[in-house]
């Protein structure tokens, strides 16, 4: 009953006409469909691969992907420099590269949420403190701070979701904090306090579904940031550790074979950077379904 | 305006400590530093031994009091792994780093504007199609991954540039190249709003009434004051560039401060590592602050607020 009365039916929801702007959005349609494409392949990557990702084969080292004169439709992508094929081995590092976006995500939004709207909601001494321990934060150099903590405790992916998860939390409290703000002033909030809701109530229920659209906006175009930064810490080698076959990891591990292979560096590139530019345009698209004015 | 300054400068100089405090204890306590200079499986004798040579077996706040004290008397201490005081390592290895930066950012300037100019006056044609695509790409390529096609095309194919060294400006061309771009998106879009916003001002379309020709209107009327934003932008993204530069550096072998990061985090050379997460921060904490203030000259708005 509660369902019908708050979607009635004379006038479409919020979601369905925040849906139909998106469809007339080109940009933001080519982005998730590419998303929604990497995301399957990851998911079923079990299905997909064509070789087991780990195994090695010293007989057949580098061997040129199909496009190539020596390539052969065996290892559509050829081998690495151990004779592991490179399609398997790409798309379960489609797998490594989503789970530290989503991961990151999940522990920086929770963090950043929680004093955003603390901070947008109480403000004051609470905004106060709030702005210090930003400024500290964007202060510290976030790659030089990860490299340094994960070269201490010793590389893992569980180890470079929490850094990065711990660090990266700095752009949900900014934005939150503002989203917050606005929509403290509004009416329906002043009625659930006039009400006698609480303020655990008011903040959970009022306010947070209000502010979800610019929420889910920060977390698209943070789990970006989160996958170049995997990447670019698994480059240097106090990332994601090998075996794994993480993308930086992979470019990494090609990089004395450049001369002759460039293709082994040029591949995990290219996914790597469509990747990022599929979420960046799925993020811009909805930011500018969200808040058309620019800057959400 | 000189109570905002006041103001301004006990944040910073609060922040400029609790960064003192964080990369000191970030890295002290994410692992035994006598293990790490010793190696995995070393005696517990030799442990000791590392531990009174470096003052180790101390309470850790009163280590870090004593490291903050000495810091900022400018003493720096010894390299573990270069065996040299921190402080003219770091020196020696600053303008390496700085130059690379101000090259970068120029780079990125340079590039940034005309475009971001020229999309924002002939907005939606192919030249603004042309300014979104080369933004849009430099947001996706990973740095690291651009700089190795740089070596790739300049250094493999062509053989124009030297692969790795600081030796002479040549080496400088790809880290600029690789690093400017990493920083260009962010520019661009700034300045092809601002400009669109500032176009349709007002005060614009009266330069244009008066018959003031286009050229004059769009940089000395529109442009002067889209660029405003960019001061903020710069300062941050100078930071952006120095921790980029720790991946550059590495990628280029470039003799700077990134490189030394690097090299002092897979030596675990903590004295180093310290004093590189402290200085880029308070270089960080420097340049917001000097813009911040350079804002509110600008924009007295803001020092009433």
């Given at each position: 009953?509660?369902?019908?009365?708050?979607?009635?039916?004379?006038?479409?929801?919020?979601?369905?006409?925040?849906?139909?702007?998106?469809?007339?959005?080109?940009?933001?349609?080519?982005?998730?469909?590419?998303?929604v494409?990497?995301?399957?392949?990851?998911?079923?990557?079990?299905?997909l691969?064509?070789?087991?990702?780990?195994?090695?084969?010293?007989?057949?080292?580098?061997?040129?992907?199909?496009?190539?004169?020596?390539?052969s439709?065996?290892?559509?992508?050829?081998?690495?420099?151990?004779?592991?094929?490179?399609?398997?081995?790409?798309?379960?590092?489609?797998?490594?590269?989503?789970?530290?976006?989503?991961?990151?995500?999940?522990?920086?939004?929770?963090?950043?949420?929680?004093?955003?709207?603390?901070?947008?909601?109480?403000?004051?001494r609470?905004?106060?403190?709030?702005?210090?321990?930003?400024?500290?934060?964007?202060?510290?150099?976030?790659?030089?701070?990860?490299?340094?903590?994960?070269?201490?405790?010793?590389?893992?992916?569980?180890?470079?979701?929490?850094?990065?998860?711990?660090?990266?939390?700095?752009?949900?409290?900014?934005?939150?904090?503002?989203?917050?703000?606005?929509?403290?002033?509004?009416?329906?909030v002043a009625?659930?306090?006039?009400?006698?809701?609480?303020?655990?109530?008011?903040?959970?229920?009022?306010?947070?579904?209000?502010?979800?659209?610019?929420?889910?906006?920060?977390?698209?175009?943070?789990?970006?940031?989160?996958?170049?930064?995997?990447?670019?810490?698994?480059?240097?080698?106090?990332?994601?550790?090998?075996?794994?076959?993480?993308?930086?990891?992979?470019?990494?591990?090609?990089?004395?074979?450049?001369?002759?292979?460039f293709?082994?560096?040029?591949?995990?590139?290219?996914?790597?950077?469509?990747?990022?530019?599929?979420?960046?345009?799925?993020?811009?698209?909805?930011?500018?379904?969200?808040?058309?004015?620019?800057?959400? | 305006?000189?109570?905002?300054?006041?103001k301004?400068?006990?944040?910073?100089?609060?922040?400029?400590?609790?960064?003192?405090?964080?990369?000191?204890?970030?890295?002290?306590?994410?692992?035994?530093?006598?293990?790490?200079?010793?190696?995995?499986?070393?005696?517990?004798?030799?442990?000791?031994?590392?531990?009174?040579?470096?003052?180790?077996?101390?309470?850790?706040?009163?280590?870090?009091?004593?490291?903050?004290?000495?810091t900022?008397?400018?003493?720096?201490?010894?390299?573990?792994?270069?065996?040299?005081?921190?402080?003219?390592?770091?020196?020696?290895?600053?303008?390496?780093?700085?130059?690379?930066?101000?090259?970068?950012?120029?780079?990125?300037?340079?590039?940034?504007?005309?475009?971001?100019?020229?999309?924002?006056?002939?907005?939606?044609?192919?030249?603004d199609?042309?300014?979104?695509?080369?933004?849009?790409?430099?947001?996706?390529?990973?740095?690291?991954?651009?700089?190795?096609?740089?070596?790739?095309?300049?250094?493999?194919?062509?053989?124009?540039?030297?692969?790795?060294?600081?030796?002479?400006?040549?080496?400088?061309?790809m880290?600029?190249?690789?690093?400017?771009?990493?920083?260009?998106?962010?520019?661009?879009?700034?300045?092809?709003?601002?400009?669109?916003?500032?176009?349709?001002?007002?005060?614009?379309?009266?330069?244009?009434?008066?018959?003031?020709?286009?050229?004059?209107?769009?940089?000395?009327?529109?442009?002067?004051?889209?660029?405003?934003?960019?001061v903020?932008?710069?300062?941050?993204?100078?930071?952006?560039?120095?921790?980029?530069?720790?991946?550059?550096e590495?990628?280029?072998?470039?003799?700077?401060?990134?490189?030394?990061?690097?090299?002092?985090i897979?030596?675990?050379?903590?004295?180093?590592?310290?004093?590189?997460?402290?200085?880029?921060?308070?270089?960080?904490?420097?340049?917001?602050?000097?813009?911040?203030?350079?804002?509110?000259?600008?924009?007295?708005?803001?020092?009433?607020?």
């Amino acid at each position: 009953m509660s369902l019908a009365l708050s979607s009635p039916a004379a006038q479409p929801s919020r979601t369905a006409r925040l849906l139909r702007r998106l469809r007339g959005q080109h940009a933001f349609l080519v982005g998730a469909g590419l998303l929604v494409l990497i995301a399957l392949l990851a998911v079923f990557a079990p299905l997909l691969a064509p070789h087991d990702p780990y195994l090695q084969n010293l007989a057949q080292r580098t061997i040129p992907p199909v496009w190539y004169a020596k390539g052969s439709w065996v290892h559509p992508l050829g081998t690495d420099q151990l004779g592991r094929d490179y399609l398997s081995r790409l798309l379960y590092g489609a797998r490594i590269s989503l789970l530290i976006g989503v991961s990151v995500v999940i522990i920086a939004g929770l963090i950043g949420t929680t004093m955003g709207l603390l901070a947008g909601y109480f403000g004051g001494r609470m905004d106060m403190a709030m702005t210090f321990i930003v400024t500290t934060r964007l202060s510290l150099p976030v790659i030089l701070v990860a490299l340094a903590v994960v070269a201490m405790v010793g590389g893992s992916l569980w180890i470079v979701i929490l850094v990065l998860g711990l660090l990266k939390w700095d752009r949900f409290a900014v934005v939150m904090r503002s989203a917050t703000q606005q929509v403290r002033s509004q009416d329906y909030v002043a009625a659930a306090r006039a009400a006698g809701a609480s303020t655990a109530h008011i903040v959970l229920r009022e306010v947070l579904p209000n502010i979800a659209p610019q929420l889910i906006v920060v977390a698209t175009l943070e789990a970006a940031s989160a996958i170049l930064l995997e990447a670019a810490l698994s480059f240097l080698g106090l990332g994601v550790q090998p075996p794994l076959p993480s993308w930086g990891l992979m470019i990494s591990e090609a990089k004395a074979y450049m001369f002759f292979s460039f293709w082994l560096i040029a591949i995990p590139g290219s996914a790597l950077a469509l990747l990022i530019f599929a979420i960046n345009l799925t993020g811009d698209g909805l930011r500018d379904v969200i808040s058309p004015d620019g800057r959400g | 305006m000189i109570a905002y300054i006041v103001k301004r400068l006990g944040l910073a100089l609060l922040v400029a400590l609790a960064v003192s405090a964080l990369a000191f204890f970030l890295i002290r306590l994410s692992g035994d530093v006598a293990t790490a200079i010793a190696g995995e499986g070393a005696r517990q004798e030799d442990l000791d031994i590392i531990r009174q040579t470096y003052g180790l077996d101390r309470p850790l706040v009163v280590q870090y009091l004593s490291w903050l004290w000495q810091t900022l008397r400018g003493d720096f201490g010894t390299s573990i792994y270069f065996k040299t005081d921190v402080s003219s390592l770091v020196l020696a290895k600053l303008p390496v780093t700085l130059l690379l930066g101000l090259t970068s950012l120029l780079f990125a300037l340079v590039i940034s504007i005309p475009l971001g100019v020229l999309a924002a006056v002939y907005s939606n044609s192919w030249i603004d199609r042309l300014a979104l695509g080369v933004a849009v790409v430099g947001q996706a390529l990973p740095n690291f991954f651009f700089a190795l096609c740089l070596v790739m095309l300049f250094s493999i194919t062509l053989r124009w540039l030297p692969v790795s060294g600081s030796s002479t400006w040549l080496h400088f061309v790809m880290p600029t190249i690789a690093l400017g771009y990493y920083v260009a998106p962010a520019f661009m879009r700034l300045i092809r709003a601002g400009m669109i916003e500032v176009l349709s001002a007002d005060y614009i379309r009266t330069a244009r009434a008066k018959g003031l020709p286009a050229r004059t209107v769009i940089f000395k009327h529109a442009l002067r004051n889209a660029v405003v934003p960019v001061v903020a932008l710069t300062a941050v993204q100078l930071g952006f560039l120095l921790g980029g530069s720790v991946v550059i550096e590495t990628i280029f072998a470039l003799d700077g401060l990134g490189y030394l990061a690097y090299q002092s985090i897979t030596y675990k050379d903590f004295p180093v590592m310290q004093v590189i997460v402290l200085l880029l921060s308070v270089i960080y904490v420097l340049l917001t602050l000097a813009s911040d203030i350079a804002n509110a000259w600008l924009d007295p708005r803001i020092r009433v607020a």
